[in-house]
């Protein structure tokens, strides 16, 4: 029947959409290795690759950039607000890193994005691996939906789209930073703008929402490139609407 048709469509794109991932990071899921073991490990003092490390960490394969600001100040300050959300307590400063620092009041913490509360479901760097493959699958599903909802494209490309926008090379590299958050949001924020001429109301609820993500994603800088793209994405679509 074409219901049954249509739900096995959806349930072999699920299926594909939750299988890319799994099978790239099949150590993480099926060996136990953390992503902390699968970082380049760069010096930004030197400038250079620290080759010694792989040997001396173990490190299993090249998978982040730039640890200098992961490993020596995201993940700490995402231990420090897990902790201390454990102990009941807002984390308004902390005086363990440098001379103290606001961590509450500082936008690139992301305390408030709903995505780094999943660092509350597990221990120390597993609960940091669930926040980075929430954001990995966060980001297959908006690209998804805004292609297949908003651009009407078949299944096949609005998979075919999804795997390619999450796994760009800019964006993977960044899986374990906050910037990583943009890319997951930004397409709910392009589907509510394309909503605009269809239903005010769905696109006002899809606006506010993802802008309130995009504001509270921990790191504001992609913020003026998206919406540069935005306004481009208004423009053309300004034009492509039959008058």
Known sequence: TPVRKKSATWSISLGILIAVPVIFHHDFFFQQKSFENR?????????GLLIDAFEKHGVVSYFFSDPATSFIYNEPVALLIRQSLLDGKLPFWSNKIGFGQPLVENVQTGIFFPLHWLALLAPGSLGLDLVFMGRLFACFASFFFFLRF?????????????????????????????????YAVFPLYLMGIHESSHS??????????????LIFAGFPQPLIGA?????????AQYFAIDR
């Open 39 to 47: 970082a380049i490990w760069y010096s930004s003092v030197s400038g």
């Open 150 to 182: 908003a651009w009407k494209m078949s299944l096949p490309a609005s998979i075919a789209g999804a795997v390619i926008y999450a796994y760009t090379g800019h964006g993977l590299t960044r899986l374990n930073m906050n910037s990583y958050n943009v």
């Open 200 to 213: 005010r109301a769905r696109a006002v609820t899809l606006l506010a929402i993802s802008l309130a993500l």
């Open 227 to 235: 919406g540069y793209f935005s306004l481009i994405y208004v423009i």
